[in-house]
């Protein structure tokens, strides 16, 4: 019910500008969010880097469908991966996490192909500055579009990932094309509220289906990214590593800014190649939600912030 409910807020502006107001709440935000300006990521990524961490940067905002502001996002991340050159991080330390419809994906029928050009544009960039791209998967009508954009996308700049969620029925077949192309995928639960028709409901059943694509990904020719914080699912990523003689830099572990950091630590210490997933800018919120959404207890640690005089 509480996630039914964050997940509706995420979606209202008034909420988002009633909670910026408050100062309590930027704090407990913190947690999540390396900060609202570009040169705040920077130096939030160059402190994990210096502790052995990857980082994969995302520029917040989503579902974008006036022309020039995609513009701008696109120039934005164009102008990130420039900076991050500049600060001595253009490696495969550094990776852009792109959403597509902050890109105009949304944007009617030629929605697509210009997300795709602009895509294009900053993978190009990205290229250019030595940092790696991955898109993100958004809610399961993007779906489609997104592996295809990301098909595309291979052809020219073949190290750019796309995320899959398991919650998705159709994730486990979309693992064997996405083997079979080499890509490196980033599998995750799926952090949308999604139907029935097309969606496991049971948390059992999406970390059944998590399992099934593992074994896919690590027994054929894709890079996996394995983006949870579930520790059964941590521990069977890396049997399936050894098994199958997989290298560091063969697979990551990957998890959110703000969330066990000490977990995130330790992997990297026993020698795993660990990204963390930093998000940055004004357009926290949605993003603020869902991580709310998904653990009681970060609600209640929020509201208890809230509270404190
Ligand atoms: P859960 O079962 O939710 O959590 C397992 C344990 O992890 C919990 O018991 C708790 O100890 C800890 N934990 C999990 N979440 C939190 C939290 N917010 N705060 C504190 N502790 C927590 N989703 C998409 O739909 N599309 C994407 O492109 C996408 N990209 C992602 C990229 C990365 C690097 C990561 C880590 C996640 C991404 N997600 C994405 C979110 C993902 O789908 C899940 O919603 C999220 O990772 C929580 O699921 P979990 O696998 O950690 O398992």
Known sequence: MLRRVLLFAARQ??????????PASRAVVDRFVAGE??????AGGSALVAERLCVTYNSLGEYETDPARTLRTRDAFVAFAGRLADAGLGSEVSELSVKLSALGQLNGPGGPARALDHARVV??????????VTLDMEDHTTTDSTLEIARELRRDFPLTGVAVQAALR????????LQRAGA????????????????????ADVDRAFVRCLRTLFAGDARPLVATHDPRLIGITTELARRHGRRPGQFEHQMLYGVRGGEQRRLAAAGHRVRVYLPFGPEWYGYF????????????FFLRALARP
Do not use: I, M, W
């Open 13 to 22: 502006d008034r909420v988002h500008t009633a909670l910026r107001a408050l």
């Open 37 to 42: 300006t570009p040169a705040e990521a920077v």
């Open 123 to 132: 993978c190009a960039a990205a290229k250019k500055a030595g940092v790696l």
């Open 170 to 177: 159709r994730t486990p077949a979309d693992c064997a094309d």
């Open 184 to 203: 490196r995928v980033r599998l995750v639960k799926g952090a949308y509220r999604e139907p029935a028709s097309v969606a496991f409901q049971r948390r």
């Open 289 to 300: 939600t869902r991580r709310l959404a998904e653990r009681p207890a970060n609600t209640l």
